[in-house]
Each structure stands twice: as C-alpha cells, then as structure tokens.
C-alpha cells in the first residue's frame, strides 16, 4: 500500500484507529481530570506496586523512567501473578488493567487485599472494579471502548493523580502541561493526510516495510522502546527488537555482523538531554553497525521534560506501528491468538 492512499488506508483500518491516535492529545488531556474515588488511602508510601500487563503496564513504564529523575520511593511495575514479597505495610499497590478482566492483575488486587495494602484499582470495568466494589478500594474508572494499548493516556495521566494524591509529586503541572501542547502540535504531523515527505511516522515505517525493527533507546528512553516493539507486534503483528544503552553495547551489539544484520532496521530513540557519554555511545554504535545492518534511522524526543520527551516517542512509535500495519496490509485492530490465549487460561 501507498502510505498516502487515504481510501486505501480507510478500507484496510475499518476500526478506525488513525482516529483514535489523532485524538491521544485530548485523551491525554481528558485523563489530566481523572482522580481516585474514594480518596486515595495512604500518604508518603515507602514503596509503589504498579501490577499491570501489556497496554496498561506501559504506563507503569511510563511512570518508572519519570520517577526515577524524582522520587527516592522505589516504584516496581509488577508484571504477574500475585504481588512480590516486598509488598508489604505501607506499600501503595496500582492495580491497572484497562479490561479489568486480565487475570494476573486481578490475582494481584487479591493479594492486595490479602495483605490489607493501601490500593488503588484503574479499569473500565470487569472483575478489577467488581472486587473494588466489593472491599471499598479506591477506584480510577476509565473511559472504556479502546484497545488497551490504545488507552494510553488514559492509563497514564491517572497515575501521576494518584501519586500526588499520596503526597509523592512526580511531574509538576507545568510539565504535564507542556507535555499535552508536545503531543498536541505532533498530531497533524503524524496523520494520514500528512504525505509521506513530511510525515515523520510514514519514514520511519517505511524504513521496516521489509526489514525486522530493532529500536534502541537511552537510559531514559529505553522505556520506550520497549513500548515501540510491543505496539509493533500488536498492530503490526511483526517481530521487533527493544534494547536500551548503554547495556546493549555490551551483547546485542555482536550480533550486528554478517547477512543476518542485513535483514535489520535500527531505530535509535535519541534524546537532546541524553549524557554525553551516551551520545558518544549512539555515535560510535551507529558508526560500527551501519556498514552491515540494512539501515539505520534516529528519532528524537521533543519537548524539555522528561515526560514530553517519552510522552512524544511513545506516541511517534503509535503512529508508526500504524503505518507499518498498513504497509503489510493488516489491520491494526485485533489481536486474535492475545485473545484466543485469554480465553483458554482464564479460569
Ligand atoms: C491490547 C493490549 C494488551 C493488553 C493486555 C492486558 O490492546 O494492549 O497488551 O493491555 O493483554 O489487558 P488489560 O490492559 O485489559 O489489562
């Protein structure tokens, strides 16, 4: 498909997606207003539990490479069953699925409740806002008809609210703000009916039509690009590979060598913040891969808080999983065997 087929594009994403990823800028800033009910239960937790899967655990991602500029509290995004044996006393636990029905978040809420922690639960719905109901736990009720993945900001900006609520401050409004105007300006940018010679999305997709992505972030933006290879794979259904520096140059840099690393795309998540240790790592990495890897692209963050800066990769990587989707003529919709795997397991 041409990137540039409007009718193309229109006919293969019948569920609308470009849609939804147009309007994240107001998701963003809808989800600024959504706060817990009741009141959040605790002030000046020692430890944070983000328990979430997928979609809604980006978010806990999120939040993690924001924190660690700010808080001494320690925050864990808990991707499993149960809760970790740190979890206890005066632990804040996050219990975040968007459904509300995944299994794994629900049996941490369980644990939660088990151990009598302080939670908040963030959900549309299902099981997660049953069991808050049904023991008075402070819920963040979200706006539901999204893809999970889709709900970014709606997954994101509550979590932010609950920790200022409990006392530990970890954007300031003025960052959050200018976070909002970050992906407000980039969101025509990155549209459809921006041609693929001004649209940045439409580049780096093009980059990946038949190459396997490896994307590569910093010490700050690796969190991303993990977030990029899972969108990757939802949408597009393509493989991806996420890697962070400096860690990366010390194994995965090896395999960059002979035919296999023809088949490759890097994708270099760069940061204007980033140490200069780290942007003579990038430098020097790109230098030694480029002569065998099929083709080698930097992005880089916009805006100056960290947040604008993960905020507006996070959703350049939305935007370019789409194009990758329409590229191979998938629909960037379902997610068939995630969905068929849940509903052989739930119990
Ligand atoms: C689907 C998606 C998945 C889900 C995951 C957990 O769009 O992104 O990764 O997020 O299966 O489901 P929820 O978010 O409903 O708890």
Redesign the pocket.
């Known amino acids: 498909m041409r990137l540039d087929d409007l009718a193309a594009i229109g006919a293969l994403d019948g569920h609308g997606v470009r849609h939804v990823l147009a309007a994240f800028p107001a998701q963003c800033r809808d989800a600024t207003e959504l706060a817990a009910r009741p009141a959040v239960p605790v002030r000046q937790p020692a430890l944070v539990v983000v328990a ?6 980006a978010s806990g991602d999120l939040l993690a490479a924001c924190v660690a500029e700010r808080l001494s509290v320690p925050v864990i995004i808990h991707r499993g069953y149960g809760l970790p044996a740190a979890a206890v006393g005066d632990t804040l636990v996050i219990a ?7 299994a794994e ?1 629900v049996a941490a809420a369980r644990a939660a409740v088990a151990r009598a922690l302080p939670m908040v639960t963030v959900t549309t719905g299902g099981a997660l806002a049953a069991l808050a109901r049904e023991h008075g736990v402070a819920q963040v009720t979200l706006p539901a008809g999204l ?4 709900a970014l900001g709606y997954l994101f900006f509550p979590l932010l609210r609950i920790l200022a609520d409990a006392g530990l401050e970890v954007v300031s409004p003025a960052e959050a703000a200018e976070a909002l105007d970050v992906v407000g300006e980039m969101a025509c940018g990155l549209a459809p009916e921006r041609p693929s010679a001004a649209n940045e999305a439409k580049q780096l997709a093009l980059t990946m039509a038949t190459r396997t992505p490896a994307i590569y972030g910093g010490p700050v933006t690796g969190a991303v690009a993990y977030r990029w290879k ?1 969108d990757l794979a ?1 949408n597009a259904k393509v493989f991806a590979l996420a890697g962070t520096l400096p860690e990366m140059n010390h194994n995965e840099i090896e395999a960059w060598q002979g035919t296999a690393a023809r088949a490759m795309q890097a994708v270099l998540l760069r940061d204007h913040q980033e140490a200069p240790e780290i942007a003579r790592r990038f430098d020097v990495l790109r230098q030694l891969i480029e002569p065998a890897a099929g083709g080698v692209v930097e992005t880089w963050a916009r805006g100056k808080s960290r947040l604008a800066r993960l905020l507006s990769l996070a959703y350049l990587g939305e935007w370019t999983s789409y194009y990758v989707a329409m590229l191979r003529g998938v629909d960037p919709w379902p ?1 068939p065997l ?1 969905d068929e795997l ?1 509903r052989r397991t739930q119990s």
């Open positions: 979430a899967m997928g979609g809604s655990a975040s699925s968007y459904s509300g029905d995944t978040v893809m999970p993945r889709m899972t939802e997610i995630l849940k």
